[in-house]
C-alpha cells in the first residue's frame, strides 16, 4: 500500500463512525502542524498564557469527530500523515493492546480469551484488538503485566495507530482483521478492566490535610520536588507547575493517589481547594500517568540511532583489517562509509532529526556508534579496494564521480557501469576521473614524461598500475634540475589515481607513510633529495605487498594489520649515488633530459592540453587491459624476468599496446642489467673483488684472505673500510660477495 493511499483509509474509517486524527509521519505523535490551536477552542482551554495557546491539540476530537471536509484537507495537506483512532465514547471502540512477545500467552494463562475481530499488527511488533464499547471506561487500565510484556485496556482520553501509518522503527502497521468484523467487548474483559481500575484509582480525599508520609521523606532529599512543591509560581503558570509536580512525584515511585494527595495540599495550590476542585487534581495526575509511562516506554535516542541505522543500511560489515563500515543507499546508488567517521555520524544524525523532529545529542551518536559497530562485526566481512579491484574475473576500475560508478573491464570491452559489485572504499583526497574515450591512443602520454628512452617500458608500468594484487615495480624519476620530473609524476598519478595531492611529500615517520599507502593507490613521492633505509625498506613491502602493523588509536594492546600492494614511486633522487640492492631489485627507472628553454610551456597550458588528451589516454590503457585480460591464460613465455608479475603482464600490456611481448621483455632484461650494474657500483667491495678478479683472472681463497687483499686495494685507492658498506669480518666479506 503507497503513502498516498492514507486519505482513502482515513476517509474509510471515518464513514465507520470513527473519530480519527492526523499523526506526525513515521511516529506515535500527534501531527505538529495540522490539527489545531487551543486558542481555536477557549470553551476547553480557558485562561491560557500565548504560549499554552499556540501549543496544537487533538482534545476537541475526544468529544465529537472531525467532518469529512476536515479529514480531507488533513491528509490533503500531508498525505504521508499517519492516522490515529480517538478511542472511547466518541468512536464506540476501545482497545485492548498486547504489548511485548509474551502478551498473547500471558492472556490465555490468565483466562483472558479474544474473540475473532478487528486486530491490528503494530509496527512494533505488538497488536491491537478493536472492540465496540458505548460505556465510558478509564483512559488506560493495565490488565495483565508479566515480566516483559502486558495487556493494557485503552478507551476515554486516548487512542491508537491505525493500518496505513508508519512506526518510528520504519514498519508499517498491518491489517490483520478488517474493521467491518469488529465485535462487543467481552464481559469477562469489561469486568476485568472495571476491577483493575478500582484497584488503580487515585480518589482523592479532599478533606485531609496531611502529606502522605513516602512524599515528606522524599521532599527531604529531592531537591527538584522540594522547588515544584514549594516555591511561589508565577502568575498564568500554575498550571504548568502543578503538571511537573505530579510527573516528578510519579517517577520517584510515588502512587497517584500520594501524587494528587501531595498536588492537593501544595502550599500555592490553595486555590485548588477554594474552588473545590479534586477532578481538576485527578485528571492532572492521569495526564502526567500517562506522560511518564509514555517516557518510560520510548526508546532511548541510542536505540532509535541504531534502528535507522540497520533499517536503511543495505549492509553492516567489517573489511578486510576488521574496521566496520556500512553500504548506504543515496539517490541512485550504493556508498560505502566508515561506520566512525565523521560523514557517517553526520548521515546518522540528520536521519533522526528528520525523524524525531530534533537532532540528537553526541553521547548518543556515540553510543549508537559502538553499537553499530557491534553489529558490523555479525555482517561478514568484505575486501574493500582503493581505485582497481577484481570480482569474479572481472576488473573494475572506481571513477570516484558523484554516482559511484566504476568502469568494468573484460577480455571483451570495457564499459562504465553503475553501482559494481567490488566493494570500494573513497578517501577525501581523490579525485573524479574523466570517462575514457572509446579509440584511445595512450601515445600522447610521452608528450608529457620528457621520456629520454625506454618508452615502451614506461608505458607498459602505466597500463599495469590499472592491476591491483600483482607486485608492481618502484618507479624512480631520474634527471636534472628542469627536466620536469615533478611534472612527469603528477601526469601519471592523474591518468591513475587523481588526487587533490597528486604527488607526496617526505613522512617525517614510519606511521604516516603507513597511512599514505593506505589512502593512495598510487603514492609518488616528489623531490627527495636523500632516500632514509626505513622508507626504502618500506617502499619495497608495498611494492610486493608485506604487511604493516599499525597501533589502535587509544589503546595500548590492538594493532590494525595492513596488507596491501601499492603503486608507489619518488623523484628528485640521484639514482647513482649509493642505492640499495633491494631497493634498485625492484625499481623501474625513468631517465629524464633537461626541457630546453624554447620547450617549455606554462602550467596553464599544460594543463588544458593534458586533460584534452586525457580521456584518449585512459581510453588506450583500457584497451590493453582488455587485450592483456584476454592473452594472460595463454601467453607462454621462455623465462620470467624479475619481478615476474609484472613481466608476465607487461607482455601481455605490450601486445595489447601493438607492440611484441619480445619487444618489450628484451627491453626490460636490458634495464635489469643497468640496475645491475647501478648496484654493484653502489658496493666498494663488489669493486674491489672486480678489479682483484681482473689483475689476477681470477682469484681464490678463504674469505679472510680475500678481506685482506680487499682491504690492501681499498688503502691504495683511498676506500673508506670504516664505512658501513665495507664489511669488518670475513662473515661479512662473504655476504657482500653474495650480494654483489
Same mark, same amino acid.
Given at each position: ?42 470553551? =476547553? ?35 504521508? %500523515? ?53 460505556? $465510558? ?112 512525584? =510519579? ?50 535516542? $541510542? ?21 566496520? &563500515? ?91 557501469? $553503475? ?184 602550467? %596553464? ?16 590503457? &583500457?584497451?590493453?587491459?582488455?587485450? @592483456? ?10 623465462? =620470467? ?54 689483475? &689476477? ?16 686495494? $681499498? ?9 658501513? @658498506?665495507?664489511? @669488518? ?12
Amino acid at each position: 500500500m503507497s503513502i498516498s493511499d492514507n486519505l482513502q483509509l482515513a476517509l474509510t474509517y471515518h464513514g465507520l463512525g470513527w473519530s480519527v486524527i492526523p499523526l506526525k509521519p513515521g511516529s506515535k505523535e500527534p501531527h505538529p502542524e495540522l490539527l489545531p490551536k487551543k486558542t481555536e477552542f477557549p470553551e =476547553l482551554f480557558p485562561d491560557l498564557t500565548h504560549e499554552e495557546g499556540e501549543k496544537r491539540t487533538w482534545k476537541p476530537y475526544q468529544s465529537q469527530r472531525a467532518s469529512e471536509e476536515q479529514v480531507r484537507e488533513w491528509w490533503t495537506k500531508d498525505p504521508q %500523515a499517519g492516522i490515529g483512532l480517538v478511542l472511547g465514547q466518541v468512536s464506540g471502540v476501545v482497545a485492548l493492546d498486547f504489548d511485548g512477545g509474551g502478551a498473547e500467552q500471558l492472556a490465555k494463562d490468565n483466562g483472558v480469551t479474544i474473540p475473532p475481530m478487528t486486530c491490528t499488527r503494530t509496527g512494533g511488533g505488538g497488536v491491537h484488538y478493536l472492540f465496540r464499547c458505548a460505556e $465510558a471506561l478509564a483512559t488506560t487500565t493495565t490488565l495483565l503485566k508479566g515480566d516483559d510484556c502486558h495487556v493494557e485496556l485503552r478507551a476515554e482520553g486516548s487512542y491508537v495507530v491505525l493500518p496505513g501509518s508508519i512506526h518510528p522503527s520504519g514498519n508499517r502497521y498491518e491489517e490483520l482483521i478488517p474493521p467491518e468484523e469488529i465485535v462487543d467487548l467481552p464481559d469477562h474483559i469489561r469486568k476485568l478492566a472495571q476491577s483493575r481500575a478500582r484497584t488503580d484509582s487515585h480518589d482523592l480525599d479532599s478533606s485531609t490535610d496531611r502529606l502522605p508520609e513516602r512524599f515528606v521523606k522524599l521532599l527531604a532529599s529531592d531537591r527538584k520536588l522540594k522547588e515544584l512543591f514549594e516555591e511561589p509560581c508565577p502568575d498564568g503558570d500554575q498550571s504548568a507547575r502543578d503538571y511537573a509536580l505530579a510527573c516528578r512525584c =510519579l517517577e520517584k515511585g510515588l502512587t497517584k493517589t500520594e501524587a494528587a494527595t501531595a498536588l492537593w495540599l501544595m502550599p500555592h495550590g490553595k486555590r485548588h481547594r477554594d474552588k473545590r476542585k479534586p477532578d481538576y487534581v485527578q485528571a492532572t495526575v492521569a495526564r502526567a500517568a500517562n506522560a511518564v509511562k509514555a517516557r518510560a516506554k520510548k526508546p532511548k535516542q $541510542a536505540e532509535l540511532l541504531v534502528r535507522i541505522a540497520e533499517r536503511s543500511c543495505t549492509q553492516l560489515f567489517t573489511d578486510q583489517t576488521d574496521q566496520p &563500515f556500512a553500504q548506504l543507499p543515496l539517490g541512485n546508488h550504493q556508498e560505502i562509509w566508515p561506520v566512525n567517521g565523521r560523514p557517517f555520524k553526520r548521515w546518522l544524525s540528520v536521519k533522526f532529526r528528520s525523524q524525531e523532529g530534533k537532532p540528537p545529542s553526541n553521547n548518543a551518536v556515540s553510543e549508537a556508534v559502538l553499537s553499530i559497530e557491534g553489529a558490523c562485526t555479525e555482517g561478514g566481512r568484505h575486501q574493500l579496494h582503493n581505485r582497481v579491484g577484481w570480482h569474479d574475473g572481472v576488473l573494475y576500475y572506481d571513477l570516484a564521480d558523484r554516482d559511484w560508478r566504476a568502469v568494468k573491464i573484460t577480455r571483451d570491452g570495457w564499459k562504465i557501469v $553503475a553501482d559494481p559489485p567490488t566493494l570500494f572504499r573513497r578517501y577525501a583526497h581523490q579525485q573524479a576521473q574523466v570517462a575514457p574515450a572509446r579509440d584511445g591512443n595512450i601515445e600522447p602520454l610521452l608528450d608529457f614524461l620528457n621520456v629520454r628512452n625506454d618508452a615502451l617500458l614506461i608505458l607498459v608500468y602505466v597500463v599495469s598500475c590499472f592491476i591491483p594484487d600483482i607486485p608492481h615495480p618502484i618507479l624512480v624519476v631520474d634527471g636534472p634540475q628542469g627536466s620536469a620530473k615533478s611534472s612527469a609524476c603528477r601526469a601519471l598519478r592523474m591518468v591513475v589515481d587523481p588526487s587533490v595531492t597528486p604527488v607526496l611529500s617526505f613522512p617525517r615517520e614510519h606511521t604516516e607513510a603507513v597511512q599514505q599507502l593506505q589512502h593512495n593507490w598510487v603514492c609518488l613521492y616528489d623531490n627527495i633529495s636523500n632516500l632514509p633505509l626505513w622508507l626504502s625498506d618500506l617502499l619495497c613491502r608495498a611494492s610486493t605487498g608485506e604487511g604493516f602493523a599499525k597501533r589502535e588509536l587509544y589503546s595500548d594492546e590492538g594493532d590494525v594489520i595492513f596488507q596491501y600492494k601499492r603503486c608507489c614511486g619518488v623523484n628528485g633522487i640521484a639514482v647513482q649515488a649509493g642505492k640499495r640492492p633491494d631497493f634498485l631489485d625492484r625499481s623501474v627507472i625513468l631517465r629524464l633530459d633537461r626541457i630546453p628553454d624554447e620547450n617549455r610551456r606554462t602550467e %596553464a597550458e599544460l594543463n588544458a592540453t593534458f586533460n584534452h588528451q586525457l580521456p584518449i589516454i585512459l581510453g588506450a590503457c &583500457f584497451d590493453a587491459l582488455c587485450c @592483456a585480460i584476454k592473452t594472460y591464460p595463454t601467453i607462454s613465455l621462455p623465462r =620470467l624476468p624479475r619481478m615476474a608479475d609484472f613481466g608476465r603482464w607487461g607482455a601481455c600490456i605490450a601486445e595489447g599496446l601493438g607492440y611484441t611481448a619480445r619487444g618489450f621483455l628484451n627491453g626490460y632484461q636490458s634495464h635489469i642489467a643497468e640496475l645491475d650494474e647501478l648496484a654493484l657500483e653502489a658496493q666498494p667491495f663488489a669493486q674491489v673483488c672486480i678489479q682483484l678478479m681482473d689483475q &689476477f683472472g681470477g682469484w681464490r681463497g678463504t674469505a679472510s684472505d680475500l678481506l685482506k687483499e680487499g682491504n690492501a686495494v $681499498a688503502s691504495e685507492q683511498g676506500i673508506n673500510t670504516g664505512s658501513k @658498506a665495507w664489511p @669488518a669480518t670475513p662473515v661479512w666479506a662473504k655476504r657482500r660477495l653474495e650480494e654483489a
